[in-house]
């Protein structure tokens, strides 16, 4: 059957494609065939994934941009189409789940912050950059959510509730943009990324979940091919969960 995840000729934008899952994301699908723009708040770490993906024989942009202020997202985007002519496949990576003292506690500027990055700046890249594959030849858009939005904890609330809003405007943007843009939302689970780092152990072990670990980075790969590639052409709307089966 060849290559059943071929993306050949396709275009993929990766918002914090420098590291973590999105860097696992960048390099899967540069080695089926896509060229790759790279973005990150560090422009050099971009550059250093970007030269990666150069050596594996694709074109790569690597552009620096903090999602969660939109009059960055202008230039961002002009820069993809300027040097790519299109985007087939938006992958809203970025995020970040800083944790809050209490609900009481948590200061408006931190509330701002959370929700900026991880629901504002995805919901306005989608309608850029969807808007744009509906016009054009279509295009899949993957946002990166998380377990916290189905399993929300009060340390991380504000953060839940950013991702369960992404999760909502996931099937938003389906409806708005179908049929010829496909949306839909991986949520991963605690994945031993850079972040992990500062977990205790038995927070690694993950022992509530049905497999009774956290996932390697590179486990995230075959969903996210999945939907990037036409292998997922009957898919659009859905929450693909990448979390161990957690309880």
Request: charged share 20%.
């Amino acid at each position: 059957m060849g290559d059943l995840f071929d993306l050949s000729g396709k275009v993929a934008l990766v918002t914090g494609g420098s590291r973590g899952l999105g860097y696992q994301m960048v390099k899967a699908f540069a080695a089926h065939g896509a060229d790759v723009i790279v973005t990150s708040r560090k422009v050099d770490n971009c550059r250093a994934v970007a030269a990666e993906v150069e050596d594996m024989g694709r074109r790569a942009l690597a552009y620096g941009c903090n999602v969660a202020r939109w009059e960055e997202l202008d230039g961002l985007v002009e820069a993809a189409y300027a040097a790519f002519g299109k985007v087939d496949i938006l992958v809203n990576n970025a995020g970040s789940s800083p944790l809050a003292p209490s609900s009481l506690e948590t200061s408006e500027q931190l509330f701002d912050r959370i929700v900026s990055l991880n629901f504002k700046g995805p919901f306005r890249l989608c309608a850029m950059i969807g808007s744009r594959m509906a016009a054009g030849d279509g295009g899949s858009i993957i946002n990166v959510s998380s377990a916290g939005a189905l399993r929300p904890r009060p340390e991380i609330a504000p953060y839940a509730g950013a991702k369960a809003a992404l999760n909502a405007v996931t099937t938003a943007f389906a409806f708005e943009y179908g049929p010829k843009v496909r949306v839909n939302t991986i949520s991963p689970g605690r994945f031993l990324t850079d972040v992990s780092d500062a977990w205790s152990e038995e927070h690694k072990k993950n022992p509530t979940a049905a497999l009774r670990r956290s996932g390697l980075p590179e486990e995230i790969v075959t969903a996210a091919l999945y939907l990037a590639s036409d292998r997922s052409s009957f898919t659009t709307g859905s929450i693909v969960r990448v979390d161990g089966g957690i309880a």
